[in-house]
Structure formats: structure tokens, C-alpha cells
């Protein structure tokens, strides 16, 4: 059975860090590539970052670009996601996923298995 658990998640003041992990037991993650998703109030989900099997491809939201970057560490079976100088509108709940292997790696759908989510408040 695939587990995907977030952790690192909080209330901070904007500018401030957070670092998000991502650990998943049940599969290796290593031939996968892996993303970052957050929801929130009221609206849909959308893509924030994502990193291919191998780590060398790297990808981001324009919302996000140049504070937060995504990294994997496969011997763990963890992928992270470092967030700099946090704004209000960053707030939501976030969420890991593994890709399901075809297609893009900003849609949502292409994802198989999700993480429950950790929540991000950042404040003004």
C-alpha cells in the first residue's frame, strides 16, 4: 500500500521559511517524478512544483519561481519543498504526489497517488 505523507507545515509571518517534506513508504520513488500541488480556500487545486525521476528537470508555478524550490532525495524516499520569503496569497493546504508516469507534470489528474495535505498560513 502507497503512502504519501506531508509534514513541515505551519503558521508564519510573510518573508518568512518553511520547508515541506514529503515521505512515501510502499514504493520507491525513484523512477517516478514527483509534484507539489496546494489548495486553497474557495479555490481549485494548482500545480506548484514539480522534479522529474532523476531530479534534473525541475519545474515551477510563476507564482512561486525563484522563492521556493523543490528537491528529492531518493534514498529517503522523500522529496522537499523549500519555501522562501513567504507571501499571504502562498497560504493553503499543500499537497505531495506521484506522477503517474505520462504526461505533463503540472496536471493534477496525471498524479496517482496524494498525500492528506499539511496546511501553510502565512500572515501579513
Known amino acids: 500500500q502507497v503512502q504519501v505523507v506531508e509534514s513541515g507545515g505551519g503558521s508564519v509571518q510573510a518573508g518568512a521559511s518553511l520547508r515541506l517534506s514529503c515521505a512515501v513508504s510502499g514504493r520507491s520513488i525513484m523512477y517516478y517524478a514527483m509534484g507539489w500541488f496546494r489548495q486553497a480556500p474557495d479555490s481549485q487545486r494548482e500545480f506548484v512544483a514539480s522534479i522529474n525521476f532523476s531530479g534534473g528537470t525541475t519545474d515551477y508555478a510563476d507564482s512561486v519561481l525563484g522563492r521556493f524550490t523543490i528537491s528529492r532525495d531518493d534514498a529517503k524516499n522523500t522529496v522537499y519543498l523549500q519555501m522562501d520569503r513567504l507571501k499571504p496569497e502562498d497560504t493553503a493546504i499543500y499537497y505531495c504526489?506521484?506522477?503517474?508516469?505520462?504526461?505533463?507534470?503540472?496536471?493534477?489528474?496525471?498524479?496517482?497517488?496524494w498525500g492528506q495535505g499539511t496546511q501553510v498560513t502565512v500572515s501579513s
Open positions: 504526489a506521484i506522477h503517474g508516469g505520462r504526461g505533463s507534470y503540472d496536471t493534477a489528474t496525471l498524479y496517482d497517488y
